[in-house]
């Protein structure tokens, strides 16, 4: 299976917070680096955050702070901690490799941050 599942959206009001986790293939995790992305109500996908084979964190300047990526290597997993939620992070957020290959785009999870 090619997608990946994404889940741990919801409905949240602005100041919370939630998890988002994103179930990958060992082979996935040990061989690319990992990236969380979202698509904001009739804007593009962007770029959110990534994390490095070797463990080495990067952030869109938006969320730099408040997000947390990370990954559970033994139930190859990736996490999107999101704190500190605002109203503009509302957005479907996906799970894929850095850079994005098509072939794994899932259907993405909801975020919703009420003001």
């Known amino acids: 299976q090619a997608q990946l599942v994404e889940s741990g959206g919801g409905l949240v009001q602005a100041g919370g917070s939630l998890r988002l986790s994103c179930g990958a293939s060992k082979r996935l995790f040990s061989t690319n680096t990992m990236a969380w992305y979202r698509q904001p109500p009739n804007k593009q996908r962007e770029l959110v955050a990534t994390?490095?084979?070797?463990?080495?964190?990067k952030y869109a300047d938006s969320v730099k702070g408040r997000f947390t990526i990370s990954r559970d290597v033994a139930n190859n997993t990736l996490y999107l901690q999101m704190d500190t939620l605002k109203p503009e992070d509302t957005a479907v957020y996906y799970c894929?490799?850095?850079?994005?290959?098509?072939?794994?785009w899932g259907q993405g999870t909801q975020v919703t941050v009420s003001s």
């Open positions: 994390l490095t084979r070797g463990g080495f964190e």
């Open positions: 894929n490799v850095n850079p994005p290959n098509g072939w794994y």
